[in-house]
């Protein structure tokens, strides 16, 4: 079973550190996609798996097999170039084949096996063609055809929809998906878009500068981020980070007189951050947080309201064309449960026990 | 007597086409004066005896043509020599220009020296060069003699002798010409993404077998241009033969474009010149016309 294992894999160039030390398992017949932004070592990863790149240090096991001295071809595994790299000279159907010819594979075999890639998807009529006379998702879907011909178990993706538009990769994400499925591979995919991640993947890891910042499912990436930077990195806006101060009845939002967030923690009160989702903040006629809408951004199904805090920015994503007007003030608000509370230093999630913004027992029993 | 109106979309189509062939002019001018009216006045020479003296010029139709096959061995053995020439030449340097490119288009150490070492011939003017190759050639104390000697063998007179003089010009010429034609393979070369050799590697091919179905086969427009030039340079060379052996000895190193020279500006039978300068003008366009034709179908897959 195509299970990867990375042990402390490391990557060094000169001066750089592509990879800092990474511990990974990726489990058999996983969809797992390498999340980050550019330069935090996504596709150095994923060369060092297929062979392309050797590590400075650690171990690569596939399937059990420590893998880390063999070459590329003896990995079982196969690959999708971000610009594809098929063979300008070669025709749609010897592209798919070449390996297949390279490695011996019997005549018949070999014509089986073309027919059901081309089959699986949809190249049938243009298998005498040259890629130049492909349009982007065709030369893609031959790429694939290639990758999935070696019938290996374990397939690697470079950032293999970059090139399409949008509506195109919506579509070759689900045949992606599908594919994946329908053929029991193992994946591992590399992209730095987000909203491909959460809906691709079984498995998020998220990178930054060479090191995994956070290694989940998606909804638990989304819903649970362990850091404040992977609570940046997700979502369409990402969550909102706000600083928060002490005042007398618990921790407030920097600048703000309320409402209250948190119970102020004993110890370590200083540099604490806020997170919450646009989506979660509501326009409500109750308490909550008190903003200035300063821009609308209609997106169609809803509207992101850029609003001002005490001097810091907060969306928030509210349904349909939204009412408020600019320049108007409304009270945002949310559930307690929707609070995540990050240290500054280091981002790491830190546990606190939130308060509802809507429901503010001190203030209801004090001063009002 | 009213003139007549014109059409102002006429004025100024005319007006354009007026531009146009000024445009063209200082480039037509050039190309008539020294290459169209050249070919031509050549062409139209070659049917004409060579005036001598009081003798003018008189009209001879093909008999220069004539003369060349049936009465004229040392046009054959030229003719022969450059063939040879051609032969020999233009595979060899083709293919250390290419074995060269895949070597310096690794990744080594030094390979920037390399690179450089490899077109220093190039760059050298032709005449330079065949004095470098004069002393190697020398004989007796001469590079390679010494070499030779070093290891017992007689004395060999290169340049001097009509069983080596031929191939010993063509040495130079290799040496020169394979530097220069590696600069276009390497630019070929490194034009190739690398994402095509980790995607054969991948897929298990081996550094061989990359070469072989991926590497030459995108090479081959590169193939097809260096060798139009190379056939085109074969024909066209002067400089090394008149620097080293003047055709010599007995016109076993001559060659079509050095007996034109001979023939026209050392007996001054210019008129027969023309003739031999028209034959090789038919080969040199034959074989360009033939090279784009029929070889550019086969090689150019975009
Ligand atoms: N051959 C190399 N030589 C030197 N540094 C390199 C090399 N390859 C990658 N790096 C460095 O390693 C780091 C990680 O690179 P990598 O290509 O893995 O990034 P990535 O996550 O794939 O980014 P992107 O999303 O832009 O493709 C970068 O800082 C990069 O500059
Ligand atoms: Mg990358």
Known sequence: MPEVVLDGLTRRFGETTALAGIDLVILDGAFAVLLGPSGCGKSTTLRLIAGLDTATSGRIRIDGTDVTDRPPAKRGLSMVFQNYALFPHLSVAENILFGLKVRRVPAADRRRRLERAADILGLGALLGRKPSQLSGGQQQRVALARAIVAESRLCLMDEPLSNLDAKLRAEMRHEIRDLQRRLDMTMIYVTHDQAEALSMADQVVLMRDGRIEQDAAPAELYERPATAFAASFVGTPPMNLLPLDASPHGLVVAGTSGPVLAETPGGHLSDLVVGVRPEALLPGAGPGFPVTVTDLDYQGADTVLVCDLGGHNLLARVPGHAAAAQGSELQLTCAATDLAFFSAADGRRVALSAVDPANQPHILGGVV | ?302
């Open chain 2, 1 to 302: 007597m009213a003139r007549p109106v014109g059409d102002p979309c006429m004025d100024r189509r005319l007006l354009t086409t007026i531009y146009a062939w000024l445009l063209l002019l200082p480039a037509m001018v050039l190309l008539v004066a020294f290459t169209h009216y050249p070919t031509v006045a050549t062409f139209w020479a070659s049917f004409f005896s060579t005036a001598r003296g009081r003798r003018p010029a008189s009209f001879l139709g093909l008999d220069h043509y004539r003369r060349m096959i049936t009465d004229d061995p040392v046009f054959l053995q030229v003719v022969w020599n450059n063939f040879l020439y051609a032969l020999v030449t233009i595979p060899l340097s083709i293919g250390i220009a290419l074995v060269m490119a895949l070597w310096v288009n690794e990744r080594l150490a030094g390979r920037g020296f390399l690179r450089m070492a490899y077109f220093t011939p190039t760059v050298l003017p032709m005449v330079a060069a065949a004095n470098i190759w004069l002393f190697f050639y020398t004989p007796g104390f001469g590079l390679l003699n010494q070499i030779i000697a070093l290891f017992g063998g007689p004395d060999v007179n290169f340049l001097g002798s009509p069983e080596t003089a031929l191939w010993s010009v063509m040495a130079v010429s290799v040496w020169k010409e394979a530097g220069f034609f590696m600069i276009f393979y390497l630019a070929a070369l490194q034009s190739i993404p690398p994402s095509l050799k980790e995607a054969a590697k991948l897929e298990g091919a081996s550094d061989f077998h990359y070469v072989r179905r991926i590497v030459l086969p995108l090479l081959m427009p590169t193939t097809l241009f260096v060798l139009v030039n190379a056939v085109i340079g074969a024909f066209r060379v002067v400089d090394h033969i008149v620097a080293m052996t003047g055709g010599g000895p007995s016109n076993a190193s001559s060659l079509l474009l050095f007996y034109i020279y001979e023939t026209g500006f050392k007996f001054w039978d210019t008129s027969y010149a023309a003739a031999l300068t028209v034959v090789l003008l038919a080969v040199l366009i034959t074989v360009s016309v033939l090279q784009v034709t029929v070889l550019d179908k086969r090689i150019h897959y975009r």
